[in-house]
Nanobody, 129 residues
Framework: QVQLVESGGGLVQAGGSLRLSCAASGRTLSSWTMGWFRQAAGKDREFVAAISWSGDSAAYAESVKGRFTISRDNAKNTVYLQMNSLKPEDTAVYYC??????????????????????WGQGTQVTVSS
């Protein structure tokens, strides 16, 4: 059974940075499509970023493009989300998501939460103004 565990969330001032990590246990993620989603209080879960199995391609929501960077270290079975220039509207619970199909990233459905079968428990990110 695969478990995804997020860490790195916290409280930061606007303009600051945080790096989230998503560590997997139970199975290697080297062939998986991985993504980050977030859910603010009272809102639907939304796509943030996704990365291909090799890490050579990434996709981002328009709201975070240029500020966030997704990366992965398959040797460490870990995916990262580097968040810079944080804004109060980035406040949310951030979730790591994974799908074992390498083709998911190239399917056109990478931003859909239904494309991912595995989810972490989430980590809270709070950005103060």
């Amino acid at each position: 059974q695969v478990q995804l565990v997020e860490s790195g969330g916290g409280l930061v001032q606007a303009g600051g940075s945080l790096r989230l990590s998503c560590a997997a246990s139970g199975r290697t993620l080297s062939s998986w499509t991985m993504g980050w989603f977030r859910q603010a209080a009272g809102k639907d879960r939304e796509f943030v970023a996704a990365i291909s199995w090799s890490g050579d391609s990434a996709a981002y929501a328009e709201s975070v493009k240029g500020r966030f960077t997704i990366s992965r270290d398959n040797a460490k079975n870990t995916v990262y989300l580097q968040m810079n220039s944080l804004k109060p509207e980035d406040t949310a619970v951030y979730y790591c998501a994974g799908d074992p199909n390498t083709s998911t990233y190239y399917s056109g459905r990478v931003a859909g939460s239904s494309s991912y079968g595995y989810w972490g428990q989430g980590t809270q990110v709070t950005v103060s103004s």
